[in-house]
């Protein structure tokens, strides 16, 4: 296998055969660029993301696969204009991440890791609990105390170890790092080989579009998978000739925390001192994410910006979404909040192709869901 880490700090090397989730520096790893895809490469009668498994630097013969990936790309109107929704939330999880879990874990698998940590929301530790199992693997999942709980239930089915730790999003992160002494650290968020999953989001779309690049991808933003798979992906397909230009790559983040929102604000590759708060978006609640200067970097060199909505525009985004049959949760909502400031203030217009990545179901979230709509139970007589 012609790929190697990279450690993101200094750029030392460091073979792939021995899993790493970051360098002996502390340092998070990268990997070497891989020869990406071309059309003629494609699997088509594989469906799911391992029908690019020419260009996902795991061999196949080892995925653990669930059928994850080729989620449907819809037609629907947003802000007025027509647009296209890509439906990630429609993954044996109900969430995007199975799309980098599915390789991350089958590397881990092949590689003799049979005990995995992560820290999580709530979709990641639900994915990775659920690939762990499939592969056989024990799993211990850090998550706040305020996750939604039908998530907790996810993990735990799956006989996973279920962890709350009080306080921030962070600070179930940081109880994390200190375990990764005993346990390896399987981060999604760490762990190099989950971009080489997420990046078939763009392949996918490439493909689903008619073998084009959208104009615009609009997706939430929390530490940054979605955005990076985008360029990785994008980057690939342009230096093969296979797409002409990148589409401009827009993360969108909960006003009442957004980290990459101030930077960009500013024109830094680094945090800048932002004030954190509560928000309903929980799976972007994340104050210190790790690839900083590699997604403002990807974000700026597409073209596209970092926009931050209020707690208000993700429920009436998560409503207008809902009365148009799309039920996502929160996090997916405030995508959707974003694009609509996009669209009011033109830099996104009806003559472009524009993506709306929703990626988690509304089903992880209902009693929230219910709170912010205002839905109560109501018993119905005849």
Partial sequence: MDVRYVDAADGSTYPVERPLWRSPGGSHLNLTPGAGLRRGDIDTGCRSVWRYAAAVRVERVHAVSMGEGWTPLIDARWGGIAIRAKLEFMMPTGSFKDRGMTVMISYLARHGITHVLEDSSGNAGASLAAYAAAAGMRARILVPESASYPKIVQMAATGAEVVTIPGTRQDVADAA???SAEIFYASHNWQAFFAEGTKTLAYELWEQLG????????VPLGYGSNVLGCEHGFRELRANGEIDATP??????????APYFNAFAVGEERLVPTEIKPTVAEGIASSKPTRVREVLRAVR???GSIVAVSEDEIGAALAML??????????????????????A???????????????????KAGERIGELLGIGSRRMSA
């Fill in 177 to 179: 790092l200190t375990m």
């Fill in 211 to 218: 073998f084009r690049a959208p104009d615009n991808v609009v």
């Fill in 301 to 303: 060199d597409c073209g």
């Fill in 248 to 257: 401009r790559v827009f993360g969108v983040q909960a006003a009442n925390c």
């Fill in 345 to 363: 203030s033109g830099v996104i217009t009806a003559q472009q192709t524009t993506v709306l990545v929703l990626t988690g179901s509304g089903l």
């Fill in 322 to 343: 809902a009365r148009q049959g799309l039920y996502v949760e929160p996090t997916s909502a405030a995508a959707a909040a974003g694009l609509s400031r996009l669209i």
